[in-house]
Structure formats: structure tokens, C-alpha cells
């Protein structure tokens, strides 16, 4: 039970990789709080976690990030471990970008996580973990991917910044990089059609080595890894969870 009596924030905990972590964090003994968009989602998840909360929030609005974490130290006082999980997808090559869909992606999967994090360490000391969740998207040259890349890669850059700048107060802080996981966001891609996310899904599998897609569970193993003592003197990783597709490209 790694996480015993641990209070645990997952945003973006209503689906996909975040339910999968939100569960098994509650499965080791974690208080889980968690956020998502969707109230139909976030009572679902709510149901399948004994003691867990959840919050409608999304992670663009700063404020709805100030007032979850409010909420949290009305209730519990304190952050053990933050899991930073909410993002969007989308592919569009160049010649379609737009800047509401570039605005769009960035304030969710950028802006929005880094002022989440900013809200949420204040309730963080000593002992805490802190895992947010990158893509190899933003290491690799995918057709399509421009607007997505840029603002997981600026994740990824900044993270490690604010690794360095936490460590010096023992809090820990690491990214987790999935590769093609089956999930619901899968099949959010705007202006997609489902003939579309079957090539998509197609061309993924022919690109990993292991030959499959990976499964949330999967991810969420290696988020536990990381903000668990098990991984006490690791900070400022990136884990890939990819089947070897980045670096055995």
C-alpha cells in the first residue's frame, strides 16, 4: 500500500489514463480527488472509487484549477501527490492550422497545466510527487502533429525547469510519455471521421515495435512508479510508455 492515508489530486481523472491511475492509487490507499469536463464521466469515475471526489473543472480555466484546490485544502489541507493528466489532441498539417485551434490545444495541454501546477504545489511539502503527463509526440516528427508537438514539448521543457526549481524543497517532480494508448481521447479528434481514426489507429500499431497499442492500465503503472517512494531518487525524468516506439525508431 504505497499510498496509504496519501492525498492524491488526479486532473483529468474521469477517463482513459487519469481513471486508470485515479483507481489505482485508490487501490493503494489513496484519498483521491479528481477532475474532468464532463459531470456524466466524473460521477461514473466517482462511483468505481470508494471515498473518492470529483470535481468539474477544466484545466484552460485557471480559476476553476484555484477553486479545486481550495476545495482540497478546506478538506484535506494538503497535496501528497498531483497527477497532471488532462490534454487534447487534434491533427492538422500546416496549411490548416488556425490560431483558435492553436490557442485551443495550448491552453489546455500547456498554459492550463503549468497554472494548475502553480495552484496546486502551494499545498505540496516535503515528501511530495508530482508526475504530468508528456507525449512522445512532442520527441518525434509526426505529419499533422505541429500544434500538439509544440505544446507538449514546451511541457516538457518547462517541467524540467520547475524539477529543478522544487527539488530543494523535496518535492519531486517527473513526466510520464505514452505513445498510441487506447483511450477515449483517441476517438475526440475533431474534424475526424471514424474511417480516419481506424487509419490512424492502423498506422500506430504498424509503427510499434511490441506490434499493439498500449492500455491506460499500462500508464497508470508507470505514473504509480513515479510518484511513489519507489522512485524517491528520481526527478525531472521523462518515461517513456511507448513499446520502444521512440527510441527504437
Not at 14 to 27: I, T
Not at 97 to 115: A, E, R
Not at 199 to 205: D, H, Q, R, V
Not at 228 to 243: E, H, W
Amino acid at each position: 500500500m504505497r499510498f496509504q492515508d496519501k492525498i492524491v489530486l488526479v486532473m483529468g481523472g474521469n477517463s482513459g489514463m487519469g481513471l486508470a491511475s485515479a483507481r489505482a492509487f485508490a487501490a493503494e490507499g489513496a484519498k483521491v480527488h479528481l477532475t474532468g469536463r464532463n459531470q456524466q464521466t466524473i460521477d461514473d469515475a466517482v462511483a468505481q472509487i470508494p471515498g473518492a471526489k470529483g470535481y468539474s473543472a477544466d484545466i484552460a480555466d485557471i480559476a476553476a484549477s484555484e477553486a479545486v484546490v481550495s476545495a482540497i485544502e478546506a478538506e484535506d489541507g494538503r497535496i501528497d501527490v498531483l497527477f497532471i493528466n488532462a490534454g487534447v489532441g487534434g491533427f492538422a498539417p500546416l496549411r490548416d492550422i488556425t490560431p483558435d485551434s492553436w490557442d485551443l490545444t495550448h491552453s489546455i495541454n500547456l498554459k492550463g497545466c503549468v497554472f494548475a501546477l502553480q495552484k496546486a504545489v502551494r499545498l505540496m511539502g516535503k515528501g511530495g510527487s508530482i508526475v504530468v503527463t508528456g507525449s512522445i509526440g512532442a520527441h518525434a516528427s509526426l505529419p499533422g502533429n505541429g500544434v500538439y508537438a509544440a505544446a507538449k514539448g514546451g511541457l516538457y521543457a518547462v517541467m524540467k525547469v520547475f524539477a529543478g526549481e522544487l527539488v530543494s524543497e523535496g518535492i519531486r517532480l517527473n513526466m510520464v510519455s505514452p505513445g498510441p494508448i487506447d483511450t477515449p481521447l483517441l476517438y475526440r479528434n475533431p474534424g475526424m471521421t471514424d474511417e480516419a481514426i481506424a487509419g490512424l489507429k492502423e498506422k500506430m500499431i504498424a509503427n510499434v515495435p511490441m506490434h499493439r497499442m498500449g492500455e491506460s492500465d499500462e500508464v497508470a503503472k508507470a505514473v504509480l512508479f513515479l510518484a511513489s517512494d519507489d522512485a524517491s531518487f528520481i526527478t525531472a525524468a521523462n518515461l517513456y510508455v511507448d513499446g520502444g516506439m521512440l527510441e527504437l525508431r
